[in-house]
Structure formats: C-alpha cells, structure tokens
C-alpha cells in the first residue's frame, strides 16, 4: 500500500505541474479483466480466467502526434482451477496497476481509431486462495506465496469519439506480465500474470 501511495502520488503530481493547454483529457474508465496466470509447469486440470470488473482514472497529456496517459487501476489477477461447478479453486491478487501509455490517434477526427502500448506496474492489496470442495467454501490468505508487486507490458486499440465537451473511448487491451510473481520458485519454475480487459471511458 505504501508503494502504490507514492507512485499514485507521483503521478498526480506529474499531471500538476503539466501546463492545462497540454492536457488531452482527464477521466475515467471501467469494463471487464480476464485475468489469468502463465505457469512453467502445467497444473493437472486447465487454467480459468478470472473474470472481474476493472475501474480507474487516467490523465492524458497532449504531445501532438501522441498522447503519454498515465493510469490508475483497480484489478484482480489471478486464475481458477475448476473440476466441476462444485469444485474448483481461486487464487485472488486484488491490486492496484499503474500502466503509462504512449498513445497514437491513428487517424485524428472527431471518430478516431487509437493504438497505445507501454509498460505498467501493479501492487498487491491483498491475496487469497478461495477453494470449494463439494459445495463448502473455504478461504486462505496466500501474501506469503505471492511477491507484493508486478510488472510488464500493455498492448491495445480501440476508438474514440469527440464530442462538444467530453470524449468517450472503447478499447480492447492485453497486459503481458513479465515478473515472476511466486516466492521462492523451484529452479526453472515461474508464475506471471496475463490479463485481456475490455474497457470503456469518459474523458473531459
């Protein structure tokens, strides 16, 4: 918490001190995240996304040809593990994700197709691994197994529409983890998140 408090604050900061002609649009946005993890070693029954809702700020900064848009986002990582609709298993990471794009208007207009791509960090709220064995759950805190913070790459596209005073967006991304989250692997063996999100947003 104390990690996502400081770059929360930093990024805030940034979006400050930035003169307001260069402001493209600050906002919101939410949708949905498939979430899923990418394992070295294959479990006995198939990995699940986890499908959760995603929600966040952002603040764009116009470059001319392109937009930097740093954003805030709340999201679960994480997998199921399903024998059956009562049995199956859940690892929940809640965390915070900080992604800084770098974003193309790929033709500027009032309806603009965009493609962006960039890095992003994210910070553990919280684990836990939820398991339901015939019917009856049971919950289990997992902060000892998984590390307190993650990166990778953002890859995504979609369209946007300018209108008098707000500009809505439709965007489809892919986060490519690139940490090996678990504490403590066995040599040769890794964890890493992957999550799709479908995402909409209001900017002003």
């Known amino acids: 918490m104390k990690k996502f408090l400081i770059v929360s604050l930093a990024v805030l900061f940034t979006a400050a001190l930035m003169p307001q002609s260069a402001a493209a649009a600050v906002g919101v946005k939410g949708g949905l995240a498939m979430s899923n993890l990418s394992m ?42 399903e024998a059956d609709a009562s049995n199956w298993l ?19 207009g009032p309806i603009s197709p965009m493609i962006y791509a960039g890095p992003y960090g994210a910070f553990r709220l919280s ?45 489809v991304r892919y986060n490519l983890g690139l940490a090996n989250v678990a504490v403590d692997p066995a040599p040769g063996f890794s964890v890493k998140n992957k999550i799709l999100m479908v995402l909409v947003g209001i900017g002003f």
């Not at 966040?56 to 470059?63: D, K, S, V």
């Not at 859940?90 to 500027?108: G, Y």
């Open 40 to 81: 070295s070693e294959a479990p006995g029954v198939p990995l699940k996304s986890l499908k959760v809702p995603v929600a966040g700020f952002f603040y764009g900064f116009n470059l001319g040809l392109f937009t930097i848009q740093p954003e805030i986002l709340y999201v679960r990582m994480g997998a199921r593990l």
């Open 90 to 108: 859940e690892e929940r990471i809640e965390t915070i994700q900080v992604p800084v794009l770098l974003k193309i208007n790929v033709i500027p």
């Open 127 to 171: 684990a836990k691994e939820v398991m339901t064995i015939d019917g009856v759950s049971t919950s289990s805190d997992i902060k000892d197994q998984t590390k307190s913070t993650d990166f990778g790459a953002v890859f995504g596209g979609g369209i946007e529409f300018k209108l008098v005073a707000i500009r809505l967006s439709a965007e």
